[in-house]
Antibody, heavy 118, light 106 residues
Framework: QVQLVESGGGVVQPGRSLRLSCEVS????????MYWLRQAPGKGLEWVAV????????HYGDSVKGRFTISRDTSKNILYLQMDSVRTEDTATYYC???????????WGQGTLVTVSS | VMTQSPVTLSVSPGERATLSCRAS??????LAWYQQKVGQAPRLLIS???NRATGVPDRFTGSGSGTEFTLTISSLQSEDFAVYYC??????????FGPGTKVDIK
């Protein structure tokens, strides 16, 4: 049974850092491209970052490029999102998602809320 | 750029709902639909514009290609009231979602 469980959200001040985790089970991170997506309160969905199945050539959305880093620990089956220099506009629920063919999302975590506020 | 219409669709249980998604450029059939209920993560309904995901009831039907797509819910059940998003994946990694259509109870 595929499961994804995010953690690490909370309140963080602008300019500070936060690391989100996504523990997966029922599949291995080396078999699927994995994504972080986010949803600001009352808004739509935005993809944030992707790490391909082979762990090479990550990609980032323009709004987070240079500030966020996606990574993984394949021995622990955990996906990470390191968020540096956070801004108020980064306030959102962050989801990790397993992709099919690297293109669309067939399994999602429950989300973790990140609030950037002073 | 993906657009969806209407923004809100008010439907009575048992009625048909037709949701539209439009792409600014052709995405062929590289389109998915998701359902999101309040307080929950999105759930994949349709991929490849027409292929129902595992476990999705057959009252959900996707159609279209190119720039015009439709999600039809043939007979709305109480559990179908939610927000529906389309997503194109032709322009990987520049995936993009539509702004969503909220289906609520009339």
């Amino acid at each position: 049974q595929v499961q994804l469980v995010e953690s690490g959200g909370g309140v963080v001040q602008p300019g500070r850092s936060l690391r989100l985790s996504c523990e997966v089970s029922g599949f291995t991170l080396t078999s699927f491209a994995m994504y972080w997506l986010r949803q600001a309160p009352g808004k739509g969905l935005e993809w944030v970052a992707v790490i391909p199945y082979d762990g090479r050539n990550e990609h980032y959305g323009d709004s987070v490029k240079g500030r966020f880093t996606i990574s993984r620990d394949t021995s622990k089956n955990i996906l990470y999102l390191q968020m540096d220099s956070v801004r108020t506009e980064d306030t959102a629920t962050y989801y990790c998602a397993k992709s099919r063919l690297g293109l669309f999302f067939d399994s999602w975590g429950q989300g973790t809320l990140v609030t950037v506020s002073s | 750029v993906m657009t969806q219409s209407p923004v809100t669709l008010s439907v009575s249980p048992g009625e048909r709902a037709t949701l539209s998604c439009r792409a600014s450029e052709s995405v062929n059939v590289n389109l998915a639909w998701y359902q999101q209920k309040v307080g929950q993560a999105p759930r994949l309904l349709i991929s490849g514009a027409v292929n129902r995901a595992t476990g999705v009831p057959d009252r959900f039907t996707g159609s279209g290609s190119g720039t015009e797509f439709t999600l039809t819910i043939s007979s709305l059940q109480s559990e179908d009231f939610a927000v529906y998003y389309c997503q194109q994946y032709k322009e990987w990694p520049l995936l993009s979602f539509g702004p969503g259509t909220k289906v609520d109870i009339k």
